[in-house]
């Protein structure tokens, strides 16, 4: 490995300030914080449905997850053909899982 290429990825990754590292923490502590507000006291009250609750608590933790994917594993340092790899990998992932969990639903009710 070159000399300027351990410079350039040094570069890449100074943009990761404690300051930095504490602003996404209270991100993902305020994001929490909220998925607590909506499963204890939104949808118990009635103030939202169970469908919208948990649409939204899943869209929290997709948030979250971003957030902890970018910042404390790096990718958002990273080259966008890296990313991109990943992120084709994950969608293909999420469609097999999709796929296996309606095959076997349909298997499943047409057995009995």
């Not at 914080?33 to 939204?56: D, R, T």
């Amino acid at each position: 490995m070159s000399a300027q290429h351990s410079q350039d990825h040094a570069m890449e990754h100074e943009t990761m300030t404690k300051g930095k590292i504490w602003q996404v923490f209270f991100y993902l502590l305020g994001i929490t914080a909220l998925e607590f507000f909506i499963a204890l006291y939104l949808i118990p009250k009635g103030i939202v449905s169970h469908g919208i609750g948990n649409f939204a608590y899943i869209v929290l933790t997709l948030v979250k997850a971003f957030y902890i994917v970018a910042y404390f594993m790096h990718l958002k340092f990273e080259k966008f053909a890296f990313k991109t790899s990943i992120v084709v990998s994950l969608i293909f992932i999420i469609y097999f899982i999709i796929l296996m969990l309606t095959e076997g639903s349909y298997m499943h009710l047409h057995m009995n």
